[in-house]
């Protein structure tokens, strides 16, 4: 009843606050719409002309990702057997990682990261770190604005690749799992956490613990390079997504053939999967000495990813889900646990503060 | 067990990730203010991992089998969530995040159990305090049997049992629900529990079925035997009026009921009605009348009399000729008609053949007196009786505030299935005027109601507010719903739950204790002698039918065709039954097509032999 009078309450605001748009911008309104359209007619057409020669009917895609990128594999789910004897050898941990950021622009803000590393098996228990950070307490800080965005972004990821490589390790060791799943594409914690890194890669490889990373967002373009490789009219751009939208059916694998990899000298073998019936495919990519494993990780990807999603493992969105800490509760926490004025001096942006 | 989100002083959210929670269960909240006990008014569960989310991803049972095989349960990420309502409101809204547990059986026993087992009648178990049962005293152990799913089992709950001595405060009960809910069984472990503590108790019974004689298969070895606390009465066959005693007032109540009086027939009645009249004397007066009426004039019966073959017949025109100069312009004709005819429709079904002094004196015993007839009857005669019974036991106490002397007569206890028959909402009925008397002021003087009614709605509002004590067994009609909300401190996520409930189950809302109560009805001692399923007793009687047959056909067997004729003759000879010839080949038939006896072709044809 309440409720019902809240949302009527909210509807006669919005339609007000509208009445009150129009009334003050009367028509220019309608001429900036009018202008937006355009635009994005505009763009359509700029879109259609950079892909003219890829969506382009003749053009067999995947005919042409079987002579040069990797071979097309149709693969089964995992059976009742195999999943079992995965749960006797230590079951399943994934990894994931958040961060949340609280303030203004730089440097009057507050970055918290956290870490999960959870077992599919119930007796280990979840493994959580967390992280906390301001550029304010940046110590060797010269200041030449171009570079700060990159530092910025780098700190980030740095730390964040750190604590989830932590969890990892600290929940491998509480009990050695079959298989450790990263959230996202392994080349990161290369990157950002060397030395952490191949600490992990270390144990896992002389224990004979799988490691590998699923990519739900895939940012690669190597389908792109080598269609511009073989076809020099093509220009720009060109994502893996966006060349595997609806071109594997459901269950098939791409597997990167090995001369690929080698020439990303990434040090990992890697695939994509249409793992649900969304169009959408991910991405895996596993350290180099266990390439052979690669397929049967695609299985257990397959497996544990609900048939109507968005192609990603449910036991990845639970963790997902549990790393998250929501801005409320940070906002809480900072409210209580720091001095007011410092809260208020330093990470209450404008933004905050408006209420319009 | 913890305090979730916002809170209120009385309402607030309670989770947990271990235990789930049940409906009406206590639970103490362990807050700064101290510690506050709630009722759970709502249970809720929620898995985060499995969302009915229609757009969303949708997650099928294959994964979560998977995730099962890899030793990870989706299901143990359950939630359970409960709406907790504070008995008593807070001074403060209870804080976020307090501890919440299960209470000890001591903190809630004023709760549960103000009365002690001989004050109280134990109708049953308190639901969901099953937790509780283990620390409670021996007292309020091993009392009862209920029905579960499984069957008859122990009692493993709290009793639940209404204060007996609290209805010289609270007076009156409602029982309402609709059929099949459990609402005449209820009533009969209260009038099991009446009897139990010999409560002098008047049962209007339209159905026949409050009889305590039988004991159900479930109970045989606990056997309860109320052969001496119940008097079964028909109205007409063991009980009536006894025409000599009634007033005018009586005899009006009761014509009145049998069906509406006019002015001009009450008239009839004060009229021509003498006191010490017998049954014969005044309807003899009526036929009189209405006769000389008949003539017509002082003319026409002066001349019946001056012709009058012999003196019995001169006497008898006479008579009728003082009736008619006396009464003729005050009683119009077709009133006295009226009168004559109820009266004597009253007669026939009996009411006048016999007197309701047993009834006083099994009450002054006490003892349960179920009055037993049809709707109608018993509407006029309960009026007669509870008018009678209801005024002596007033007059006794009203001589005795005067400190005179007087008869005593015991406090006692009406009960009536179908009470919207004998108090309706919207009309008047002479049977409601009674019972609208006693709901008023009968507290006064000891008499109390107990009211069961499938339909609330048409049940006089008068006396549904008086009821204080109200048991609510399912209900599905929404008009009735709207009342019992009404009527009842029930709130609205009880009243939700109304239609579901389980036949037994009863929300029982009390003035003593101030809040509703979900309880069991036990299972009860005694069983209906309606109980036989009609569907069975059709086959019982048929295989009854044929067994009689078989015995008789079985010495005649073998029967050829051709002799049927014969065996029929030589049956009705032995027998004392006839057959025709087609009723008896059909009959064998049968028999046949039961396999209860064998066919065989001849070459006379077929002959009927044993098997």
């Known amino acids: 009843m309440n409720n019902d009078?809240?949302?009527?309450?909210?509807?006669?605001?919005?339609?007000?606050?509208?009445?009150?748009?129009?009334?003050?911008?009367?028509?220019?309104?309608?001429?900036?719409?009018?202008?937006?359209k355009t635009k994005i007619i505009g763009l359509?057409?700029?879109?259609?002309?950079?892909?003219?020669?890829?969506?382009?009917?003749?053009?067999?895609?995947?005919?042409?990702?079987?002579?040069?990128?990797?071979?097309?594999?149709?693969?089964?789910?995992?059976?009742?057997?195999?999943?079992?004897?995965?749960?006797?050898?230590?079951?399943?941990?994934?990894?994931?990682?958040?961060?949340?950021?609280?303030?203004?622009?730089?440097?009057?803000?507050?970055?918290?990261?956290?870490?999960?590393?959870k077992s599919t098996d119930r007796e280990v228990k979840d493994v959580f770190l967390t992280d906390i950070y301001t550029p304010l307490l940046s110590q060797e800080k010269n200041n030449p604005l171009e570079i700060i965005a990159e530092e910025e972004i780098d700190e980030k990821n740095r730390r964040l690749a750190q604590i989830e490589i932590k969890v990892a390790l600290e929940s491998a060791k509480r009990k050695k799992p079959f298989a450790i799943i990263m959230d996202g594409g392994l080349i990161r914690y290369k990157i950002y956490a060397k030395d952490l890194w191949k600490e992990l890669v270390d144990y896992c490889i002389l224990n004979n613990v799988i490691l590998f990373g699923t990519i739900k967002d895939i940012k690669t373009q190597i389908i792109g390079e080598e269609i511009k490789n073989k076809n020099k009219d093509v220009k720009g751009l060109i994502y893996d997504r966006e060349m595997l939208f609806g071109t594997l059916q459901y269950k098939e694998m791409l597997l990167i053939y090995d001369e690929l990899n080698k020439k990303e000298q990434s040090g990992f073998s890697s695939g994509f999967i249409r793992s649900s019936l969304s169009p959408n495919v991910v991405g895996i990519d596993i350290i180099e000495e266990q390439s052979d494993l690669l397929i049967d990780m695609a299985r257990l990807i397959i497996t544990l990813t609900p048939e109507n999603s968005r192609g990603v493992p449910l036991f990845l969105d639970i963790v997902d889900k549990e790393v998250k800490i929501s801005d409320d509760l940070i906002e809480a926490l900072l409210e209580k646990y720091l001095d007011r004025g410092i809260y208020e001096r330093l990470f209450i942006s404008e933004r905050d503060k408006r209420n319009l | 067990m913890k305090v979730l989100g916002i809170t209120t002083q009385q309402e607030f959210y309670v989770g947990s990730k271990e235990r789930n929670f049940r409906i009406n269960e206590f639970l103490v909240v362990q807050d700064v203010q101290g510690d506050l006990i709630g009722e759970v008014v709502e249970a809720q569960t929620f898995n985060r991992y499995i969302p009915l989310n229609v757009y969303g991803d949708f997650i099928d049972a294959s994964v979560i089998e998977s995730m099962k095989a890899l030793g990870y349960d989706v299901d143990e990420e359950t939630i359970y969530v409960a709406k907790l309502r504070l008995l008593e409101e807070a001074l403060y809204p209870v804080e976020t995040g307090s501890d919440v547990r299960i209470p000890r059986f001591s903190e809630i026993k004023n709760l549960m159990l103000r009365t002690k087992i001989e004050d109280g009648l134990c109708l049953g178990v308190i639901r969901n305090t099953d937790t509780l049962y283990e620390e409670c005293e021996e007292e309020y152990k091993d009392l009862l049997y209920t029905f579960e799913e499984q069957g008859l089992v122990k009692q493993k709950e709290l009793?639940?049992?209404?204060?007996?001595?609290?209805?010289?405060?609270?007076?009156?009960?409602?029982?309402?629900?609709?059929?099949?809910?459990?609402?005449?069984?209820?009533?009969?472990?209260?009038?099991?529990?009446?009897?139990?503590?010999?409560?002098?108790?008047?049962?209007?019974?339209?159905?026949?079925?409050?009889?305590?004689?039988?004991?159900?298969?479930?109970?045989?070895?606990?056997?309860?035997?109320?052969?001496?606390?119940?008097?079964?009465?028909q109205v007409g066959v063991h009980v009536g009026v006894k025409f000599e005693d009634l007033s005018a007032g009586d005899l009006k109540n009761l014509l009145d009921a049998s069906s509406p009086l006019s002015d001009a027939m009450n008239n009839v009645v004060d009229v021509l009605f003498k006191n010490r009249d017998s049954y014969l004397s005044f309807s003899n007066r009526l036929q009189a009348l209405t006769e000389a009426q008949e003539e017509g004039s002082i003319q026409r019966i002066q001349q019946k009399i001056d012709n009058a073959k012999n003196n019995d017949e001169k006497e008898a025109w006479e008579f009728r000729k003082d009736l008619f100069t006396q009464y003729d312009k005050t009683c119009p004709y077709n009133s006295v008609k009226g009168i004559l005819w109820r009266l004597r429709r009253l007669y026939n079904e009996?009411?006048?053949?016999?007197?309701?002094?047993?009834?006083?004196?099994?009450?002054?015993?006490?003892?349960?007196?179920?009055?037993?007839?049809?709707?109608?009857?018993?509407?006029?005669?309960?009026?007669y009786l509870l008018n009678n019974i209801y005024h002596k036991r007033r007059e006794f106490k009203d001589a005795q505030y005067k400190k005179a002397e007087a008869e005593y007569f015991p406090p006692f206890i009406v009960v009536t299935d179908e009470a919207h028959n004998f108090a309706p909402k919207g009309y008047e009925s002479p049977s409601k005027s009674i019972l609208k008397e006693i709901s008023q002021e009968g507290r006064k003087y000891g008499v109390f109601l107990a009211l069961a009614t499938q339909r609330p709605t048409l049940l006089d509002e008068t006396i549904t507010a008086q009821l204080n004590t109200k048991l609510i067994f399912r209900t599905v009609r929404a008009s009735d719903i709207d009342t019992i909300k009404e009527e009842t401190d029930i709130t609205s996520e009880e009243a939700k739950r109304l239609p579901y409930l389980r036949t037994g189950d009863v929300f029982i809302s009390s003035a003593v204790v101030g809040r509703t109560i979900f309880a069991r009805i036990r299972a009860a001692y005694t069983i209906s002698p309606h109980t036989q399923n009609p569907f069975d007793e059709l086959k019982m009687k048929k295989d009854e039918d044929d067994e009689k047959l078989m015995r008789i056909v079985l010495d005649k067997l073998p029967i050829a065709e051709m002799d049927i004729l014969d065996t029929i003759r030589e049956i009705e000879k032995d027998e004392k039954v006839s057959f025709t010839i087609e009723e008896f080949t059909q009959k064998l038939e049968n028999l046949y097509k039961k396999k209860l006896i064998g066919r065989e072709e001849t070459i006379f044809g077929y002959r009927y032999i044993k098997l």
């Open chain 1, 44 to 117: 359509n057409e700029v879109i259609t002309r950079k892909y003219s020669s890829i969506l382009d009917k003749n053009f067999d895609l995947r005919k042409f990702l079987e002579e040069n990128i990797g071979s097309i594999l149709k693969l089964e789910k995992l059976t009742l057997n195999e999943l079992n004897e995965i749960k006797r050898k230590g079951g399943i941990v994934a990894v994931d990682g958040s961060t949340n950021r609280k303030g203004g622009s730089f440097p009057h803000y507050i970055e918290l990261f956290q870490g999960l590393a």
């Open chain 2, 159 to 233: 009793p639940y049992i209404m204060d007996l001595k609290s209805m010289h405060h609270y007076p009156h009960i409602g029982v309402f629900g609709g059929s099949g809910s459990g609402k005449s069984f209820g009533l009969r472990v209260f009038l099991e529990e009446l009897m139990q503590k010999g409560i002098p108790t008047i049962v209007l019974d339209p159905h026949y079925e409050m009889d305590f004689s039988d004991t159900p298969e479930y109970l045989k070895e606990e056997k309860k035997d109320f052969k001496g606390s119940f008097k079964c009465l």
């Open chain 2, 350 to 383: 009996g009411i006048f053949s016999k007197d309701s002094r047993d009834i006083e004196n099994y009450l002054k015993d006490g003892l349960l007196v179920v009055i037993q007839g049809s709707t109608r009857i018993l509407q006029v005669y309960s009026t």
């Open chain 1, 5 to 36: 009078i809240l949302t009527e309450i909210k509807v006669f605001h919005f339609n007000l606050h509208l009445a009150d748009n129009i009334l003050k911008w009367g028509l220019s309104m309608l001429d900036i719409n009018e202008e937006l």
